[in-house]
DNA sequence: GTGGTCTAGACCACA
DNA sequence: GTGGTCTAGACCACT
């Protein structure tokens, strides 16, 4: 629990790029509220240890955030979240923002269930009947 | 009710290459139950006409489907879903192969939802209160 | 004898679609083991130059090769014999996979001469007075 | 032994189209001289029942070996070998033409276990030692 | 009318 | 520089 705030888990083999998880998972942090506007990310070179991977994807990775507006890189200092960062997207408000991202995973969850053969009924005794299990081929950070 | 068992909806501008759109989508409808072995796919050029993407795409992701020997095809005559295709991957029964896909995609789900902040708890009651809207941008068969 | 492992020859004429070819040369020089695990396969462009045909076909048989488990591919870095690969088929074991196709070959070959009227008694003969002759209309590597 | 001359073995497969192994088994036929020049064929029908394939596929090899000239049909009366058939492609003679042949069969014999990793010296040896296994998949006739 | 093969070329993702 | 995706279109193989 002392770790960073945003802990990276990431999936080499599930098709996603890797770059993209990262960015996905900072977006969701920050959306989350798990990171503030002006809180310091972990520097390229100790992620890409820490995940081994290329330092290079992380690069890309901040950098697109950055293009975004979501991340500031103060030279010598760091990379930081931007104090707009909260409004993803086209979000007048932080909650908004969030809210807007919960919907979009709930509905392509309900939407592969369907796809399933599951009703939307059923989902809720699922969830929790459910246990985490292992992960696959899973790096994370901490 | 009437229409094809498999009813196609993509998402073109999601990150998902459209061909493993059209996989995914395939592969739960055979666990699922609602196609069968034996049952013929609809045609290529039909497909690409009614998704509006090119033919070579769907046939792409059939090639695929035929190789990891799910799809059979026969030439001038259609493309059919085989007889060994319900025990995807390492399935020893069909209602082992939906259940591990069910699973996984839970589990993608519950994780998701934790990155947003949302305890596993909250997630029934979230779902009971969602009501379907209409996708973004999204093209489907019928 | 300083070239690639895998030497391409290609014959354009025969009805065997080129990517086949390709499948089928990758193929054997596994199970010969002059091809091990974890070796680099040719770059899709540089192949494509050296056999003089587009790079897409190339791509398609290296992709069937991936999705068999035989190659594994590093986006940016280039395509790669898998670590499970000389297991070919049902083969158990590397020795087997390599005694099995010469099985297959050599039965196809035993009934094509028969069906020219050669019985397997003459065939060692005819091997032995072999002259290895140049080849209609080939393309080939190095 | 009381079959027919041309006696049909069909791997539907293996790849090769089942119309161009019809038109394969009739010119090995004809150049071996198991079949004769003014021989009677199977009716498309009849061929088609034995080997449980359509009869158009036959119609079609038949129609293309008429083309080339190696068969001529009769109308009512049935198909039949032509007098020029032996010089099939651009041979001379009846032996050449069935010499050639066989060329072109061992020379890709040879070399496909030379990708196989085994030496022209090694394969009289290994013909020696083969025993006619069971075919895979095989429909014949008679 | 089925699906299959191949080409040409554009643009993207990744190291 | 790698490979990946998609399009457009030509021509072939087969029923």
Chains 1, 2, 3, 4 share one sequence.
Do not use: H
């Not at 500031?72 to 993803?88: C, I």
């Amino acid at each position: 629990m002392a770790g960073p705030a945003v802990s990276f888990t990431l999936n080499p083999a599930n098709g996603v790029p890797i770059y993209r998880q990262i960015i996905q998972q900072i977006e969701y942090a920050i959306l989350s509220g798990r990171v503030q506007p002006g809180d310091r990310l972990p520097t390229i070179r100790s992620l890409a240890v820490d995940l081994k991977i290329n330092p290079n994807t992380i690069a890309r990775a901040y950098g697109e955030l950055e293009i975004r507006g979501i991340l500031a890189t103060q030279v010598g200092s760091g990379t930081y979240v931007s104090d707009k960062a909260p409004l993803l997207g086209e979000a007048v408000s932080a909650e908004e923002g969030l809210s807007r991202k919960i919907q979009e995973v709930l509905g392509s969850f309900v939407q592969d269930m369907k796809a399933l053969g599951l009703d939307k009924a059923e989902l809720p005794e699922l969830i929790r009947g459910y246990r985490e299990g292992e992960a696959d081929d899973v790096q994370k950070t901490e």
